[in-house]
C-alpha cells in the first residue's frame, strides 16, 4: 500500500496506525459516543494535515561547506555556485579555498557567506589547463580579468593591496584581513 513504510525488521508500519490506535483505545474506554470519536478523527487528521504541509512548505536549511577545495574548471564553478545562490543556500568556508573555489565570494551573496577559524582563501592568475600546454604553467590574460570581475570590491581591494595577481598563491588566513572580506561564521550557523 502507499502508506506502508517497511521497518529495520521487515514489518510494515502504516502511516495511519498511530491515528487507528488511538481510535481504538477510545473504543475500548468509557466513550462510546460515535459523533465524538469521528470528530477526533476528523480533526486528527486536519492536524496531521496541516503539520505535513507546514513541513512541506519550510524551505530546508541546506549548506555547502568548504573544507578543502583547491579550485579548478572556473566555469564548473560558475554554473555550481550559481545553483547555490539561486537556491538561497549558505556556504561555509571551513578549510582551504583556492583559485576557481574564491568565486563563491562574487556569486552567493555575501550575506550567506561565513568562515570559520579554519578557512584560509588563496588567490592566483589564471591559467589554462596543463594538459592543454605541455605541463607548462601558462597565464591568461582574459581568465584573470574575467576571475576580477566577479570579485567584490573588498576582494580587490586586498589583491591590489597585496601586489595583484600573480602566478603565485596569495593567501588570507582567519583573522582580522579575512573579517573585513567575510564574516565569521555565527554559532547558529
Not at 481504538?24 to 469521528?38: E, I
Not at 470528530?39 to 496541516?50: D, E, H, K, N, P
Not at 519550510?58 to 564553478?77: N, S
Not at 583573522?175 to 567575510?182: D, P, Q, S, T, Y
Amino acid at each position: 500500500m502507499l502508506n506502508e513504510l517497511p521497518t529495520q525488521f521487515g514489518q510494515k508500519f502504516s502511516l495511519l496506525d498511530p491515528i487507528a490506535g488511538l481510535l481504538g483505545v477510545l473504543q475500548a474506554g468509557s466513550m462510546q459516543d460515535k459523533a465524538f470519536r469521528r470528530y477526533l478523527a476528523m480533526r486528527i487528521t486536519s492536524l496531521s494535515l496541516l503539520l505535513l504541509s507546514f513541513v512541506a512548505v519550510t524551505p530546508a536549511r541546506a549548506e555547502l561547506h568548504i573544507t578543502r577545495d583547491h579550485g579548478g574548471y572556473v566555469d564548473e564553478y560558475k554554473s555550481k555556485y550559481k545553483r547555490i545562490r539561486d537556491r538561497g543556500e549558505r556556504v561555509i568556508i571551513d578549510g582551504i579555498c583556492n583559485s576557481a573555489c574564491t568565486l563563491v565570494l562574487g556569486i552567493v551573496p555575501m550575506n550567506k557567506i561565513c568562515v570559520t577559524p579554519r578557512a584560509s582563501l588563496g588567490f592566483h592568475q589564471a591559467y589554462y589547463d596543463k594538459a592543454f600546454t605541455f605541463g607548462i604553467k601558462v597565464t591568461s590574460a582574459e581568465g584573470t580579468s574575467d576571475l576580477m570581475s566577479y570579485y567584490p570590491d573588498t576582494v580587490k581591494d586586498w589583491i591590489r593591496r597585496n601586489g595583484g595577481l600573480t602566478t603565485e598563491m596569495k593567501k588570507i588566513k582567519n583573522g582580522a584581513e579575512l573579517w573585513k572580506i567575510v564574516d565569521p561564521c555565527p554559532d547558529e550557523w
